[in-house]
């Protein structure tokens, strides 16, 4: 167990649609990563909130928007769902001091039908 | 930016046989880290190697900084080893901002 949870594990959803992906980082852990996994993209880095501002962003589609709460738990917002949106949503966490490992929530994966 | 490259992309095994993975990356990094997806698709922390050697039980990795290439070695192969490996390196100046490679797909076969 990495430590870091996310919910739900399964989501099935329509063209269209909106849903939030939530995610608990490992106890103490102030950074918060957003990965996924596409078979045709492979694992791609979305974007980071240090401390619950935003730190870095990647290749984040501008339907989807992310936060995180005071209490270090963070949400992924997608949007106007497409098909191609369907994948592995993987939240990751790490440590305030450099050369910190990150570890990996078990996924979300998302279809949209 | 940087590239990470993994080979081979795909590799089939006998049960007990021994395996080396090979990440390469395109410029100098700080941290890399190697992971396994099993076929539920949870990502499993395997090792932290910025350099130097580390062993894990059968597993051991080997990371050349200087040389820009990482090595993952597997001994006595098992079928619960199965599932893809992973290597990934920072970018953007954060530890878990990572770029990771396509990995290399491994069967092994009871």
């Known amino acids: 167990d990495s430590g870091v949870t996310q919910t739900p594990k399964h989501l099935i959803t329509a063209t269209g649609q909106r849903v939030t992906l939530r995610c608990s980082p490992r106890s103490g852990d102030l950074s918060v990563y957003w990965y996924q996994q596409s078979l045709d993209q492979g694992l791609q880095f979305l974007i980071q909130y240090y401390n619950g501002e935003e730190r870095a962003k990647g290749n984040i589609l501008e339907r989807f928007s992310a936060q995180q709460f005071p209490d270090l738990h963070s949400e992924l917002n997608l949007s106007s769902l497409e098909l191609g949106d369907s994948a592995l949503y993987f939240c990751?966490?790490?440590?305030?001091?450099?050369?910190?490992?990150?570890?990996f929530g078990q996924g979300t994966r998302l279809t949209v039908v | 930016g940087i590239q990470v490259e993994q080979s081979p992309p795909d590799l089939i095994l006998q049960e007990g046989a021994n395996s080396t993975l090979r990440c390469n990356f395109s410029d100098s990094v700080n941290n890399l880290q190697w992971f396994h997806q099993n076929p539920w698709g949870q990502l499993i922390n395997l090792f932290y190697?910025?350099?130097g050697t580390k062993q894990n039980g059968r597993l051991s990795a080997t990371t050349v900084a200087t040389e820009r290439y990482s090595l993952l070695y597997i001994s006595s192969s098992q079928t619960t080893d199965s599932g893809v490996y992973f290597c990934a390196v920072p970018y953007g100046g954060s530890q878990g901002n990572l770029i990771f490679g396509k990995g290399t797909k491994l069967s092994v076969k009871p």
């Open positions: 990751a966490s790490s440590g305030q001091s450099s050369g910190t490992e990150a570890f």
């Open positions: 190697i910025p350099s």
